[in-house]
């Protein structure tokens, strides 16, 4: 986004704000641009993940005919409400 000198200062926190969430910014002023910028950007998508294992006991047999079966009717009951 580029905004004039003027409606930088009539918008001033909000313009910031909207920088710090990574959105860019240019400020024109005597033909003049400036670019504003977060020191620190933000971080987002996976880069802010931890990662960490997730044990659960009660995980079925895959192998398990019983199993199978199950699963075979559940997808097909979910396919007939299509």
């Known amino acids: 986004m580029e905004v004039n000198i003027s409606q930088f200062r009539r918008d001033l926190f909000q313009l910031v704000e909207r920088a710090l969430a990574g959105e860019p910014l240019i400020v024109t002023h005597r033909g003049r641009r400036v670019r504003v ?3 620190n950007p933000a ?6 993940l ?3 294992q997730i044990v659960n006991p009660a995980t079925p047999d895959l ?3 019983a199993w199978k079966e199950e699963m075979i009717r559940e997808w097909e009951s ?3 409400e299509l």
């Open 43 to 48: 971080r987002a998508g996976f880069d802010t």
């Open 78 to 80: 979910d396919w007939a």
């Open 63 to 65: 192998e398990d005919p």
């Open 50 to 52: 931890t990662a960490f």
């Open 37 to 39: 910028v977060p020191e």
